[in-house]
């Protein structure tokens, strides 16, 4: 698999990562040996920029990851989070102080059993904390070299800048899809700007943009998307005319939705790495297929008619989960 470079300061990944949350969080339960099978056949693929955070069980993605890196921790280019009390996500627990930082960051190397972690991100900003006063925190894990590469989640140009002026910042991540680009207005020309790349999360739409999902009743009973506007009702109902017209299309280039969802998304620019997640080898199997599809720019655009004529029903956040984002 090619790479691809993120940023000024020398981070360079495979072209596609992997999102490692559903493994252990926010979806439905799965075995953990189906899980080890993904990590070790995304090695086998080339896919070796792994994502993580304290949040996702909380704690259990990490120690996961650790198990499957035993041995080879040097083959993986690997990411986590922290900005959570007792790594629990919610907007009550938020908590990007100093102090909180560094030990959370002390928790996360224990965990995942290395002595440095490549990329860490402030998962999310906390409102009561001035993000130069976190990223400077994280500056002295740089300093210290127990993280390497800086990066913030889920923030908008203003706190990019503020952020970058007190330690480089090489990569953002935020979420961008075929269903999701409100990043594209401010934040995407900022970041060329900065030269900071971006790593979209939910790529594939929370697993919508696959097809695969046909109506509500299908989700577990704690799976997250239970909550989130776009798959609720008939929101549900007028986003599946989207997947169906991307899907139509793909079929021409023999490839499947999720191919040409992620496809459009590399051509989006070189300094973009998506990390679609998954727990099924056959489905990481797909995704990676997606980088050896021979799209035209005519088969772009022909997608990017199809965004212009089917417009995204539901907001991608409920409230709660909204008041945790800062695209200041």
């Known amino acids: 698999m090619q790479k691809r470079k993120l940023g000024r300061q020398g981070l360079e990944v495979s072209q596609m990562g992997l999102g ?3 493994m252990s969080y926010a979806y439905h339960p799965v075995p953990e040996e189906n899980c080890l099978k993904v990590l070790d056949r995304a090695l086998e693929l080339g896919v070796t920029f792994w994502d993580t955070a304290e949040a996702y069980g909380p704690f259990k993605n990490e120690e996961l990851l650790a198990r499957s890196l035993k041995g080879r921790r040097e083959k993986v280019v690997l990411a986590t989070k922290v900005a959570w009390k007792g790594g629990v996500a919610g907007p009550e ?10 030990k959370a960051v002390e928790g996360c190397l224990s965990r995942l059993k290395t002595d440095v972690i490549d990329l860490l991100y402030l998962h999310r900003m906390d409102p009561k904390t001035p993000i130069e006063e976190s990223v400077g925190a994280m500056a002295q894990l740089v300093k210290a070299g127990k993280v390497k590469y800086l990066g913030l989640s889920e923030v908008g140009p203003n706190s990019l800048r503020k952020a970058h002026a007190v330690h480089p910042i090489s990569v953002l991540q935020s979420e961008y ?15 060329r700007e900065l030269g900071i790349g971006l790593v979209p999360f939910s790529p594939v739409g929370r697993g919508f943009l696959t097809g695969a999902l046909k109506k509500f009743e299908d989700f577990d009973a704690k799976d997250m998307r239970r909550n989130l506007p776009r798959f609720q009702g008939e929101n549900f109902k007028d986003n599946l005319k989207l997947v169906e017209e991307v899907d139509r299309l793909a079929k021409t280039k023999g490839a499947t939705g999720t191919q040409a969802a992620l496809a459009w998304l590399m051509n989006q620019g070189q300094d973009i790495v998506p990390i679609p997640g998954t727990t099924s080898v056959g489905h990481l199997e797909e995704n990676v297929g997606a980088c050896a599809i021979a799209f035209t720019p005519e088969d772009f655009k022909g997608i990017d008619a199809i965004l212009e004529k089917f417009k995204v029903s539901g907001a991608r956040y409920n409230e709660a989960m909204a ?6």
């Not at 899809?177 to 970041?191: D, F």
């Not at 008041?323 to 200041?328: A, C, G, P, R």
């Open 20 to 22: 490692c949350m559903g």
């Open 93 to 102: 627990n938020l908590d990007g102080s100093p102090a909180s930082i560094l």
């Open 177 to 191: 899809s075929l269903w999701e680009n409100a990043i594209e207005a401010k934040i995407l020309p900022a970041l």
């Open 323 to 328: 008041k945790m984002v800062n695209l200041d």
